[in-house]
């Protein structure tokens, strides 16, 4: 069973960095249409930062020039690296493939990140 698992997450102040990572198990993301999405408490889920199958990239304008989206072909996997974060970036944060079909249909349990002020 194809499976996708984030990491990263945590507790960290206004203006601090994190680096989220999304794994899929047992196999790599390379050449995969990934997506990061959030959903802060009480709202509803949003987009974040996407990855073609060919690395093109688009970003949400909440964090064009903080985050970045990548690939680690190292671990075989798909990163979002957030700079400056702010308190109105705490959220859940979700990773999301373009698995069978050209939606995100296939998305890993969320991983928390909280920015204190």
């Known amino acids: 069973q194809v499976q996708l698992v984030e990491s990263g997450g945590g507790l960290v102040q206004a203006g601090d960095s994190l680096r989220l990572s999304c794994e899929r198990s047992g196999s790599t993301l390379n050449n995969i249409a990934t997506a990061w999405f959030r959903q802060p408490p009480g709202k509803p889920r949003e987009f974040v930062a996407a990855i073609t199958w060919s690395d093109s990239i688009r970003y949400a304008d909440s964090v064009k020039g903080r985050f970045s989206i990548f690939r680690d072909n190292a671990k075989k996997s798909v990163s979002l690296q957030m700079n400056s974060l702010k308190p109105e970036d705490t959220a859940v944060y979700y990773c999301?493939?373009?698995?069978?079909?050209?939606?995100?249909?296939?998305w890993g349990a969320g991983t928390q990140v909280t920015v204190s002020s």
């Open positions: 999301a493939i373009q698995w069978r079909s050209n939606e995100y249909d296939l």
